[in-house]
């Protein structure tokens, strides 16, 4: 199964202290191991950067990304910034981040989309099978 990551879900991950940090680990683990291959747009590691989170001395935020084991960044070309221009055009609330995220798991036929952003959730879910944080344990119970 592929699923694609919204940058919130690395956010949450490496922050550690956010209230799904503990199962954004969990997902993270999951993709290590083989269970997910996971995909995501270039423009997380920017997300990721400029968000303000920190990993413990030994390891860097690009050290993270460079040795995520199953995983793919995608990046952003003509086909993805269409769709992602097109799914603004339909969904006013959403961000060009957020349709850029959303773009690449469409254009990349993804099979999950995973986000922690409850208002891109509520439109993705209309679009691909969708989950937050809360309920990526109902992704792993369905495998």
């Known amino acids: 199964m592929t699923i694609a990551l919204d ?3 690395f956010i949450a991950a490496l922050s550690g202290d956010e209230t799904y940090s503990d199962t954004a680990q969990k997902l993270i683990r999951n993709i290590q191991s083989g269970r997910f291959n996971a995909i995501y747009s270039v423009i997380v590691l ?3 950067l400029g968000s303000g989170t920190s990993l413990n001395k030994k390891v860097t935020i690009n050290g993270f990304f460079g040795s995520l084991a199953n995983s ?3 990046v952003v070309d ?3 910034a269409n769709l992602a221009g097109g799914l603004r ?3 006013a609330k959403l961000r060009l981040p957020d349709a ?3 773009a690449t798991a469409l254009d990349q ?6 986000t922690n952003d409850l208002i891109l959730a509520k439109i993705a879910k209309g679009i691909i099978p969708t989950k937050t944080l ?4 109902e992704v792993l119970e369905s495998r």
């Open 100 to 102: 850029i995220h959303l």
């Open 109 to 114: 036929k993804a099979d999950h989309f995973i």
């Open 7 to 9: 940058s919130n879900v």
């Open 89 to 91: 055009q339909r969904h």
């Open 72 to 74: 793919q960044p995608i």
């Open 134 to 137: 809360a309920g990526y344990d």
């Open 46 to 48: 920017a997300e990721v």
């Open 78 to 80: 003509t086909s993805i």
